[in-house]
């Protein structure tokens, strides 16, 4: 059973453009985990988001939790060939476990 | 700074063989956890631990089994490894809440 639902599976767009990936479920989750995975490596943490409504930026990253704490999204601004990855969400449910979505594979193209 | 250190690398069995995948971190985290990542599929949750002498299962555990006898290290045992089990296994630890701290991965291939 997937808990959570990443969209699009797989993106590719022009440097320069904008993006917005989304991770959906029907679970409610204690908090939320965006990951960036590159080849060959494990998932780095990008940011975590606590509260329902919450939304976090992290230079052209922001990231923001749904109001029911059940969904996220991801939205980059002005993507950059440096942004290509497998990004990954994750909710936490019972003390450190953490159920990872789908995964949406971005490429940028120069 | 190790962090989390994953052997081996890469690692190709015959179906019926067992192997033992290592996990050591110097952290000292509590926590401890195996997933295992598929095309599609994110990644999910084999066993987990929350201390030395404690481990519990996951999202798919069938097959595997592992043990926490002391705080750096969880290894995870194949006991007789099957196709299906083709797949790349990654580690992580974690502080008592938040950031899981992964390993660089496993490729095991089952054939």
């Known amino acids: 059973t997937q808990l959570l639902e990443q969209s699009p599976q797989f993106l590719s767009i022009q440097e320069g453009e904008n993006l917005t990936v989304y991770c959906n479920s029907s679970?409610?989750?204690?908090?939320l985990q965006w990951y960036r995975q590159e080849p060959g490596e494990g998932p780095v943490l990008l940011v975590t988001?606590?509260?329902?409504?919450e939304v976090k930026k992290l230079k052209r990253l922001t990231f923001q939790f749904g109001d029911a704490r059940k969904d996220s999204s991801l939205h980059i601004t002005a993507a950059q060939p440096g942004d290509t990855g497998l990004y990954l969400c994750a909710g936490a449910a019972t003390g450190n476990q953490f159920y990872f979505g789908t995964g949406t594979s971005l490429t940028v193209i120069p | 700074n190790a962090g989390v250190t994953q052997t081996p690398k890469f690692q190709v069995l015959k179906t019926g063989q067992s192997m033992t995948l290592q996990c050591a971190q110097d952290m000292n985290h509590e926590y401890m956890s195996w997933y295992r990542q598929d095309p599609g599929m994110g990644l999910r949750l084999i066993h987990y631990?929350?201390?030395?002498?404690?481990?519990d299962q996951g999202e798919v555990p069938n097959g595997y089994n592992v043990s926490r006898s002391t705080t750096e290290d969880f290894p995870l045992r194949l006991l007789s490894a099957a196709p299906s089990q083709t797949s790349v296994y990654f580690c992580a630890s974690s502080p008592v809440a938040g950031k899981l701290f992964f390993g660089s991965g496993t490729q095991l291939s089952v054939l």
């Open positions: 988001v606590v509260t329902g409504g």
């Open positions: 631990s929350v201390g030395a002498g404690i481990t």
């Open positions: 679970s409610v989750f204690s908090s």
